[in-house]
């Protein structure tokens, strides 16, 4: 879900100010700013990643006398040298993520901090216009050398230099790491609130659509006990699909059951809360009959029935609940996982050990306490071959190794390996290794 909302803010919002802008009030991040400028006695400001500032030039922190010159010496020869210095300082910190270090097209030291939510590198922090050293008679030379297409006259410039911050380099470091550090986490927070957001605006839909698909329904079934069986029924099927951790098919049934609720508990929110926590024992029941852990499903239905306790909204209980369907359908299909992949190791393991008989498939299944079919499926999911492949497969083996001593013969290797007769397990042998069991002993 917050991948597919991620991806369609991203399609809405093609202004990376824009996007930047949505994630938190312009106003806190300009406090935070302040602050920091107050803190230290530098200036930052935030820029998106075509080195653009998001703010104002009425919102913008007061920068130093030196940069001004070099902005309005800029606008007038139509040159955005700063723009793109900020640019490309931001790409080169979100490709290491972390903050980077660099000298502007003026000759001042600043650093960008990368903004990254979700792996998507949305802007920088730009921060600094110091000096990492006091000026000597090379810095004043090549003030000039990298100014020169914008000025002739560098008094003023020079002037402006000279009030400059210098600060060290551990200064310079720890600012860049705070400023990242607390930009970042300001950030996150204002994604998270807006995926929320969404999300809470697509389930609203999705409900109303299934709300609009229920009163029809409703016009159709006109007595009171056919409402009812059909009720149960879904429920039932409801069950059925959280076992088999279906979640597609589960999430539509628990929908429209859901939509149920909401019609019958119309304006009456604790009926509406009680229907759906009995709907949320349910699920938990069947999460584990059908594998989930105990302890973390009771952890689910704890924290569900915490969730539902404190909202007062239906779009908010109708969230809470399609997230603790997915979390249970989650754990159901990793407990799966799990006690599938320790029923496959027994059941090679039984193959292993009774490499000496005629096996079937039957027998195997029996041997882990499961039916034939969902033997033979979770088998070849998880090993790429079916269960009498492998059967064969250890046969063959074990015959290779009867085959390299001499005083078996194939009729009596075949009798070992519990085949019929020599003639069928030679051609068995063939079809696996490419050559008879005789031709395998005189290579052998």
């Known amino acids: 879900m917050s991948q597919e909302v991620k991806e369609q803010w991203q399609e809405d919002n093609a202004s990376s100010r824009t996007n930047l802008l949505q994630l938190v009030d312009k106003n806190v991040l300009k406090k935070i700013l302040d602050a920091f400028t107050k803190a230290t006695g530098l200036t930052a400001n935030i820029v998106d990643i075509k080195g653009r500032s998001i703010f104002s030039k009425a919102d913008a922190q007061k920068n130093c006398k030196f940069c001004q010159l070099i902005w309005q010496l800029q ?69 000039r050398e990298m100014n020169k297409t914008l000025t002739d006259d560098f008094y003023p410039l020079f002037n402006a230099a000279k009030d400059l911050k210098v600060i060290s380099g551990n200064q310079v470091q720890g600012a860049a790491d705070l400023l990242f550090v607390t930009a970042n986490y300001i950030m996150e927070a204002g994604w998270e609130n807006l995926r929320h957001r969404q999300e809470l605006a697509l389930q609203q839909s999705l409900l109303n659509e299934e709300i609009q698909n229920r009163k029809s329904l409703e016009e159709k079934l006109s007595a009171q006990t056919s409402n009812l069986n059909y009720s149960l029924e879904k429920e039932r099927e409801l069950v059925s699909k959280v076992k088999l951790g279906d979640i597609e098919n589960a999430k539509k049934i628990f929908q429209g059951l859901l939509a149920e609720i909401f019609i019958i508990g119309a304006a009456k929110l604790p009926v509406i809360k009680a229907r759906v926590l009995e709907l949320g024992v349910i699920l938990s029941r069947a999460s584990v009959e059908g594998g989930a852990d105990s302890n973390q499903a009771l952890g689910i239905s704890t924290e569900f029935l915490q969730d539902v306790s404190r909202f007062d909204s239906i779009e908010e209980i109708d969230l809470a609940a399609v997230k603790a369907l997915e979390r249970y359908l989650q754990a159901v299909q990793r407990n799966n996982k799990v006690k599938n992949r320790l029923a496959i190791q027994e059941i090679k393991k039984f193959i ?78 063939r079809r696996n290794e490419g050559m008879s069991p005789t031709q395998f002993r005189h290579k052998a």
């Open 352 to 429: 292993r050990n009774n490499a000496h008989k005629n096996l079937a498939l039957e027998e195997i299944a029996a041997s882990v306490y499961l039916s034939p079919y969902y033997v033979s499926r979770i088998f070849r999911e998880n090993q790429n071959m079916t269960v009498m492949d492998y059967v064969t497969k250890v046969k063959v083996e074990e015959a290779k190794k009867l085959l390299r001593d001499p005083q078996y013969q194939i009729d009596d290797i075949a009798e070992k390996l519990g085949y019929c007769d020599g003639s069928y397990f030679s051609k068995v042998f």
């Open 75 to 143: 606008k007038n020869k139509g040159l955005q040298r700063c723009r793109g210095a900020y640019a490309r300082a931001g790409k080169q910190a979100a490709i290491f993520g972390e903050p980077y270090i660099f000298r502007c097209p003026a000759g001042l030291i600043e650093w960008a901090a990368p903004i990254i939510i979700g792996g998507e590198h949305l802007g920088s922090i730009i921060c600094g216009q110091v000096l990492m050293w006091e000026p000597e008679e090379f810095f004043w030379i090549e003030l």
